[in-house]
């Protein structure tokens, strides 16, 4: 090996602790960044192959009962390719081993045959026989999640009576790639089944023989999407058509890409924090080393090193520790991509899920973090490179110190020489203090980032539960009644309290843009469920006009006081000019508000309602649950604690995985930079320090000097990585915020306690790894080498 | 007396090496202007061992830092052989300083992360006919110190691995600034014999600055330099040996 690479590897030997650090930090950015781009990857890819394999739909609709004659018309659309009619229900299910009410979709499929589109995987079993009674294909999760083996049955309420249903065959559907039941936001594997049953039995048992409800179809290539929407619709609406929609807004696949960008924040953001912080901390190290080797440099050049040659020496150092940290990082990343899609097999049903890392994304990882190393280490190596060698040769002027602020200012008398000996040099070099302090901020910041996830969470799911949700049970009607019906809910025993809700399907439109959205009717005296501004307090009702969601409202870019038109897809299917009252700033879901009142004037039906929110005596939920299951009237029931248990299921699932990494890297961005602040610190003064102790001073008092500088440091960054730590939460919040979740910015205080200690922790921890090397210092030999 | 010979018939016929005319070196420190060196006409001539020999801050490393081509001059001309170096790019310099010189410093500059065979090898890997670093440590008396790191070596030591590295790639000019500034009588003598001999057996050309006037008496000619000018050059008839002097 040539002599000169030779100094590169023991010069890298030479600050192996530090290199050390630097390295463990790109390899937990590019780990991060690995793991979750090869995941999302990984999942992309089998949505994809998923989505081509099984046929799924391009275009979904659904009505009230439209003839069968009129899947001919909608085939004859230009640009659709295959269509396929479909009768579908939502379901009561009576499962005795529950506590929670159970809600079932059927989804009839040709008899004994796969459906043309969203075809089935079958993963076990065989579709139900035709002619036979009863049997039906369900969702392998729901199966999987409650134990079910082939053959085992499950009770159904169909159109008010009872059904016995055989599990014949399990299947994954790219429909269902997540399982929410209707109303609610998050898929609950246990207490919501898809089940396929054949066209002939469904259709009779609902009333729907030669009829369908539900459409779904692909397009030809180059067919344009808008007009087929807008021609089927025109086909639907005399039977009671709800609007057709895109692939982008059928639910499963709405949850998917609302998943997969919040991976992708995570996957890019979290690692551009350690990217930089590695950067800062390159700079910090490679000024160092070129600063203690000037004189080499000087000997490289006299001897005939080129410029070129001399920076390249130093580049390839930066280079080696970024490599270093590439491949650990893709290592580490591969190990845990690896762990992470495991995990995220049982919680996103693909049939397959294979570990996928496709080149690009190591190779893009390590080259974002040479481009920012390399962006650090710039001004130190070109200015080793352009160091002129005579004047390398000659040692560095010695530094010029003076009395600092708090001395001028006259405050000397109460302060000892070795403090002043801190003061003066932290004020000495204003700028390289100032870069310790950002960067162990950054630290604190990453810490209080990792744990303010937790807060935001409790506090979300703390308010969903007892300030605007604080019913126990939402019941759904299989059709609206009259508000007669509160009273007969109200009776059975257990319930306290009953109050009336309903719920209209509609397209709102606002020039060019429309949502299709549930119109939530509150009412003006509600008391359970409620619309809450951003104190928490409860948003009265207005007697006219309509109140959005924020992201709703940012959709359709409308503000309050336009007027939006409302497009009712149910009953007599008004159409009204409505008021914007305000955005609410709600926590999940797209939704409009109304005053209850005021949507019944708008639906021209009465007193109607088309469900309840109940409050519980919270003695036996059970109980109450079957009775409303006897009700004929009751469509589904909803219980807020199963709601919220899953809840916090989904999110422990989906986000803690990728927040614990983050907490353990972040101890590890504190650890590196503090001990190398303090590193470079010791070979800076090592000099001076030596003198010290000959001229007598302790070993404790050398410390102080040296270490009481990191001290002050460490305090000063806590406040600042508080600051950042704030600022960083607000925009990851930012751009995790989706349709599906937003997240309002709570940072708790023990948050807070938590990242100052692990940094004051980290910081101790390497002050006495310094402290030890500063006990060992040979006065000698330090004294005798020349800087 | 055989060399002495050899000497007298080279003066002869002997080639000029460097030829400075009107050589200035001015250093701007903020309002102040330091003036290093104020108009030098200096010759040097093939093989000779020249010593440079003035008080601290006389501009003699400022001198001898432009004949190396490390520094360039504020004003006039320096000529190595064909080449002007006064005008020359940093690429030619850099050139110049890789085929044709080699440095020796007051404080070594050896690389301590490399051995003293490694050193060496630093500079024989860009040169163009080098000696190996085992034959270039054996003229400076080190065989047996080649696997050692330069904390494992005495300053008189790391000075030879200095020489021996100057000299691996036999370059035409050795130029030494104060080599044995930091070396006691006996060490430093180690390091005068060295270059002697370099001096003598590859026919270097030889600039040596110190401040120790004892070892003028081992040069060829002696060159006085004061507050940034030549103030006289003499020319020893008789040169002593490294051993010889008196210190
Ligand atoms: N890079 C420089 N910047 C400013 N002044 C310099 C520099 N190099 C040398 N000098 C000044 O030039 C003068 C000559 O220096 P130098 O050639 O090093 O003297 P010598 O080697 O004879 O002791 C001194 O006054 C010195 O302070
Ligand atoms: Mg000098």
Same mark, same amino acid.
């Given at each position: 090996?040539?002599a000169?690479n030779?100094k590169?590897l023991?010069?890298?030997w030479?600050t192996?602790?530090?290199?050390l650090?630097?390295v463990?930090?790109i ?8 793991t979750?781009?090869?995941a999302l ?5 089998a949505?994809a192959s998923f989505?081509?394999?099984?046929r799924f739909?391009?275009?979904?609709a ?14 004859s659309i230009?640009?659709v ?5 479909r ?6 299910l009576?499962?005795p081993?529950l506590?929670?009410?159970?809600t079932?979709?059927l989804v009839?499929?040709p008899?004994g045959?796969?459906?043309?589109l969203n075809d089935l995987?079958?993963?076990k079993?065989? /579709?139900?026989?035709? !002619? %036979?009674s009863g049997?039906?294909?369900?969702i392998e999760?729901?199966?999987k999640?409650? *134990?079910?083996?082939?053959g085992d049955?499950v009770d ?12 014949? !065959?399990?299947?994954?559907s ?7 039941p209707?109303g609610?936001?998050?898929p609950?594997d246990?207490r919501?089944?898809?089940m396929?049953?054949?066209q ?5 048992a ?6 369908y409800n539900?459409?779904?179809l ?7 999407e808008r007009?087929v ?8 609406r =005399?039977?009671?058509?709800l609007g057709a929609?895109?692939?982008k ?8 890409n609302? @998943?997969? %960008?919040?991976?992708?924040t995570f996957g890019v953001?979290?690692?551009?924090i350690?990217?930089g912080?590695?950067? +800062? ?9 070129i600063?203690?080797q000037r ?5 490289l ?8 040659q001399?920076g ?6 930066v280079?080696?520790i ?8 893709t290592l580490l ?10 995990i995220?097999g049982d ?6 899920l294979?570990?996928?890392m496709?080149?690009w994304?190591?190779v ?5 973090t040479?481009?920012a190393g ?8 070109r200015?080793a490179?352009a160091?002129?060698p005579?004047?390398?040769?000659r040692p560095?002027a010695?530094?010029?110190y003076r009395a600092?602020?708090v @001395?001028r200012?006259g405050?000397q ?5 070795p $403090?002043?000996m801190?003061?003066r040099?932290l004020?000495?070099?204003?700028f390289?203090?100032a870069?310790?302090v950002v ?6 910041s ?5 744990t303010?996830?937790?807060?935001v969470?409790?506090h ?15 019941v759904t009607l299989?059709?609206p009644?009259s ?10 025993? *257990? ?14 439109r606002?020039r060019h843009r429309h949502?299709r959205?549930?119109?939530?009717g509150?009412p003006?005296?509600a008391?359970?469920?409620r619309?809450?501004?951003? @104190?928490?307090?409860p948003?009265?009702m207005?007697p006219q006009?309509i109140?959005l969601s924020r992201?709703?409202?940012d959709?359709?870019?409308i503000?309050a006081?336009?007027e ?7 009953g ?6 409505i008021?914007?009252?305000a955005?609410?700033?709600?926590f999940?879901?797209v939704?409009?508000?109304?005053d ?10 009465g ?5 309840a929110n109940l ?15 006897k009700?004929?009237?009751? !469509?589904?029931?909803?219980s807020k604690?199963?709601?919220? *248990?899953n809840?916090r299921?989904?999110i422990?699932?989906?986000l803690m995985?990728s927040?614990?990494?983050?907490i353990?890297?972040a101890?590890?961005?504190a650890f590196?930079?503090i001990?190398n ?5 010791l ?9 010290l102790?000959?001229?007598?001073l302790t070993r404790?008092e ?8 990191l001290?002050?440091l460490?305090?000063?960054?806590v406040p600042?990585?508080?600051l950042l ?5 607000g925009v ?5 915020n989706?349709e599906?979740m937003r997240f309002?910015?709570v ?13 004051i ?14 006990d060992t210092l040979?006065?000698v030999e330090?004294?005798?080498s020349?800087? | 007396? @055989?060399e ?7 003066d002869?016929?002997r080639?000029?090496?460097?030829e400075?005319r009107?050589? $200035?070196?001015?250093y701007?420190?903020g309002e102040v202007?330091?003036h290093?060196?104020r108009g030098v006409?200096?010759q040097?001539?093939q093989?000779?061992?020249?010593v440079l020999l003035g008080?601290?801050g006389?501009g003699?490393?400022?001198?001898l830092?432009i ?5 360039t ?6 000529h190595?052989?064909d ?7 940093e690429?030619?310099l850099?050139e110049?300083r ?6 020796? +410093?007051q404080?070594?500059?050896l690389? =301590? ?13 860009i040169s ?9 440590l054996a ?5 047996d110190r080649?696997d050692?790191?330069p904390?494992?070596l ?9 020489v021996?590295r100057?000299v691996?790639?036999r370059?035409?000019?050795?130029l030494c600034d104060e080599?044995t500034?930091a /070396?006691d ?6 390091v005068?014999?060295?270059l ?5 057996e590859?026919g270097?050309?030889t600039?040596v600055i110190?401040?120790?006037a004892a070892?003028?008496?081992m040069a ?9 000018r030549?103030a006289?050059?003499?020319?020893n008839?008789?040169r002593k040996?490294?051993g010889?002097?008196?210190?």
């Amino acid at each position: 090996m040539r002599a000169i690479n030779l100094k590169l590897l023991r010069d890298l030997w030479h600050t192996k602790g530090q290199a050390l650090a630097i390295v463990m930090i790109i390899a937990s950015g590019v780990a991060l960044c690995v793991t979750q781009l090869a995941a999302l990857e990984t999942l992309r890819h089998a949505r994809a192959s998923f989505y081509t394999g099984q046929r799924f739909a391009q275009v979904f609709a659904n009505c009230v009962r439209a003839p069968a004659h009129t899947v001919q018309d909608i085939r004859s659309i230009p640009g659709v390719d295959v269509v396929e009619a479909r009768v579908t229900l939502e379901v009561m299910l009576d499962m005795p081993q529950l506590r929670e009410p159970a809600t079932g979709r059927l989804v009839s499929i040709p008899d004994g045959q796969r459906p043309a589109l969203n075809d089935l995987d079958l993963r076990k079993g065989r /579709l139900p026989e035709p !002619g %036979a009674s009863g049997e039906v294909v369900v969702i392998e999760m729901f199966a999987k999640a409650n *134990g079910y083996q082939l053959g085992d049955t499950v009770d159904a309420v169909i159109n008010g009576r009872r059904k016995s249903l055989r599990m014949v !065959g399990f299947a994954l559907s790219p429909e269902f790639v997540y399982s929410i039941p209707a109303g609610e936001l998050m898929p609950d594997d246990r207490r919501y089944a898809v089940m396929w049953m054949n066209q002939t039995e469904l259709a009779a048992a609902y009333d729907m023989v030669g009829a369908y409800n539900d459409v779904t179809l692909t397009l030809l290539p180059g067919a344009s999407e808008r007009e087929v929407i807008a021609r089927l619709d025109d086909i639907l609406r =005399p039977y009671g058509g709800l609007g057709a929609y895109a692939r982008k807004d059928q639910v499963s696949d709405w949850f998917l890409n609302n @998943e997969f %960008a919040q991976l992708e924040t995570f996957g890019v953001f979290i690692p551009l924090i350690f990217i930089g912080v590695a950067a +800062f901390l390159l700079h910090v190290v490679l000024s160092r080393v070129i600063a203690t080797q000037r004189d080499q440099v000087a000997a490289l050049k006299a001897f005939g090193y080129s410029n070129l040659q001399v920076g390249l020496h130093f580049a390839q150092l930066v280079g080696v520790i970024i490599l270093l940290g590439g491949i650990v990082g893709t290592l580490l990343g591969w190990w845990l991509g690896g762990l992470l899609v495991g995990i995220y097999g049982d919680y996103y049903h693909f049939p397959t899920l294979v570990f996928r890392m496709p080149p690009w994304v190591p190779v893009s990882a390590v080259a974002i973090t040479a481009i920012a190393g390399y962006a650090g280490t710039f001004g130190a190596v070109r200015r080793a490179a352009a160091l002129p060698p005579a004047e390398a040769m000659r040692p560095e002027a010695p530094p010029t110190y003076r009395a600092t602020i708090v @001395e001028r200012i006259g405050l000397q008398r109460w302060l000892a020489q070795p $403090t002043r000996m801190i003061l003066r040099n932290l004020e000495r070099k204003p700028f390289k203090s100032a870069l310790t302090v950002v960067g162990l901020a950054l630290a604190v910041s990453i810490l209080v980032m990792g744990t303010a996830f937790m807060d935001v969470f409790l506090h979300v799911i703390d308010v969903q539960s007892n300030v605007m949700h604080r019913e126990h049970l939402t019941v759904t009607l299989s059709y609206p009644r009259s508000r007669a019906a509160l009273h007969e809910l109200e009776s059975i025993p *257990g319930v306290v309290y009953a109050e009336p809700t309903r719920a209209v399907p509609a397209t709102l439109r606002f020039r060019h843009r429309h949502r299709r959205v549930a119109i939530q009717g509150i009412p003006a005296d509600a008391r359970l469920s409620r619309v809450l501004n951003t @104190e928490l307090e409860p948003i009265p009702m207005p007697p006219q006009g309509i109140l959005l969601s924020r992201v709703l409202g940012d959709a359709l870019e409308i503000r309050a006081g336009d007027e939006l038109t409302v497009e009712v897809l149910e009953g007599a299917r008004p159409v009204r000019q409505i008021g914007v009252v305000a955005l609410v700033d709600d926590f999940m879901g797209v939704t409009a508000y109304m005053d209850l009142t005021a949507l019944n004037q708008l639906m021209q039906e009465g007193d109607v309602i088309s469900g309840a929110n109940l409050l519980t005596d919270g003695k036996d939920e059970r109980a109450i649950n079957d009775e409303l299951r006897k009700r004929p009237m009751v !469509g589904a029931v909803a219980s807020k604690a199963a709601i919220i *248990g899953n809840l916090r299921k989904v999110i422990e699932e989906n986000l803690m995985v990728s927040l614990s990494f983050n907490i353990g890297f972040a101890v590890i961005i504190a650890f590196g930079v503090i001990y190398n602040a303090a590193r470079v610190s010791l070979s800076e003064r090592a000099r001076e320090l030596a003198s010290l102790r000959v001229l007598g001073l302790t070993r404790g008092e050398i410390s102080y000097i040296l270490l009481g500088e990191l001290a002050i440091l460490t305090i000063a960054a806590v406040p600042l990585g508080f600051l950042l730590g704030d600022i960083v939460v607000g925009v990851m919040l930012t751009t995790l915020n989706s349709e599906v979740m937003r997240f309002p910015k709570v940072i708790s205080d023990t948050t807070y306690a938590l990242a100052a200690s692990a940094v004051i922790v980290s910081a101790t921890i390497s002050g006495l790894l310094v402290r030890r090397r500063l006990d060992t210092l040979d006065l000698v030999e330090v004294l005798k080498s020349r800087e | 007396m @055989e060399e002495e010979q050899i000497y007298v018939l080279a003066d002869d016929t002997r080639a000029v090496v460097f030829e400075t005319r009107g050589v $200035t070196k001015v250093y701007h420190m903020g309002e102040v202007d330091v003036h290093a060196l104020r108009g030098v006409d200096l010759q040097l001539y093939q093989g000779e061992f020249v010593v440079l020999l003035g008080p601290s801050g006389s501009g003699k490393s400022t001198l001898l830092n432009i004949l190396g081509g490390l520094d360039t001059p504020s004003s006039g001309e320096v000529h190595y052989r064909d080449h002007d170096l006064s005008a020359a790019s940093e690429r030619e310099l850099t050139e110049y300083r890789r085929h044709h010189v080699g440095f020796i +410093f007051q404080f070594y500059n050896l690389i =301590p992360s490399l051995t003293a065979r490694e050193n060496v090898a630093l500079v024989t890997e860009i040169s163009q006919d080098p000696m190996t670093p085992e034959d270039a440590l054996a003229m400076v008396d080190l065989a047996d110190r080649m696997d050692h790191f330069p904390s494992q070596l005495s300053g008189g030591q790391q000075q030879r691995v200095a020489v021996a590295r100057a000299v691996a790639k036999r370059p035409e000019v050795l130029l030494c600034d104060e080599p044995t500034g930091a /070396l006691d009588i006996t060490t430093g003598i180690k390091v005068l014999e060295a270059l002697e001999r370099v001096n003598r057996e590859l026919g270097t050309t030889t600039a040596v600055i110190t401040h120790n006037a004892a070892i003028a008496a081992m040069a060829n000619r002696v060159i006085h330099i004061a507050d940034g000018r030549i103030a006289r050059i003499d020319t020893n008839a008789d040169r002593k040996q490294p051993g010889e002097l008196e210190w």
